[in-house]
């Protein structure tokens, strides 16, 4: 069983929904990071939290580090936001290394 | 001009072949990664160094070798490539300043490595 899962694995939705990506872990971590995958290969820092929430323009991440869940919300989806996004933890035992969910594929369609 | 790069960005290769990945990064960030990524697998570390003088192996660098031959070039060799080594590899970098991590990763944009 994978340390990080996520749900869904495949999500289409039309434009302008809203948008939510579901992130569990299994062990105490120090931080868990969203990552943005292009179609193209390219991969992308979008969130690193350890608590809490944060906004960056559309995108929402909230944690909660006691039910070790994390989520990734995107408001008024756009076809330009369809990529694979990626939730990853760095495990609190202090040896600072990413461990990777397998991805959530996302398609805006017009 | 991008922070993190690598080359070659793709590369076809014949089983037995030795070849060498290449990332550079102008973050001034002490610690680099590689990555390999598979269909279904999600990214698993092969290597990490947290400074030059500090190399060490990750969950999968059976195959794999790597060279830091300054604070910002990271390379990896397969010494001798075998066809289930095709995969899409990645370079990231991370940084610490005044005595306090940051475990945010930076990305490079990725080597297509076909072995045949």
């Known amino acids: 069983k994978n340390e990080v899962e996520q749900s869904p694995q495949n999500l289409t939705a039309q434009e302008g929904e809203f948008i939510t990506i579901n992130c569990s872990y299994s062990v105490g971590i120090s931080a868990l990071h969203w990552l943005q995958q292009h179609p193209g290969g390219g991969i992308v820092s979008l969130f690193m939290?350890?608590?809490g929430k944060k906004k960056h323009g559309r995108l929402i991440a909230t944690i909660n580090i006691q039910e070790k869940h994390s989520s990734l919300h995107i408001t008024a989806s756009h076809p330009r936001d369809s990529a694979v996004y990626i939730c990853?933890?760095?495990?609190?035992?202090?040896?600072?290394?990413?461990?990777f969910g397998t991805g959530t594929r996302l398609t805006i369609i017009p | 001009d991008a922070d993190v790069t690598q080359t070659p960005r793709n590369r076809i290769t014949k089983t037995g072949k030795r070849i060498m990945l290449e990332c550079s990064q102008t973050?001034?960030?002490?610690?680099m990664y590689w990555y390999r990524q598979d269909p279904g697998l999600g990214l698993r570390l092969i290597y990490y160094?947290?400074?030059?003088?500090?190399?060490n192996k990750g969950e999968i660098s059976d195959g794999y070798s790597v060279s830091r031959q300054a604070q910002a070039k990271f390379s990896l060799s397969l010494e001798s490539a075998i066809p289930n080594q095709t995969a899409l590899y990645f370079c990231?970098?991370?940084?610490?300043?005044?005595?306090?991590?940051?475990?945010?990763?930076?990305f490079g944009p990725g080597t297509r490595l076909t072995v045949t």
């Open positions: 939290l350890s608590s």
């Open positions: 990231a970098t991370s940084g610490s300043s005044g005595g306090r991590s940051s475990y945010e990763q930076y």
């Open positions: 160094s947290f400074d030059v003088k500090d190399i």
């Open positions: 990853a933890h760095i495990s609190n035992f202090g040896n600072e290394k990413l461990t």
């Open positions: 973050k001034g960030h002490d610690r």
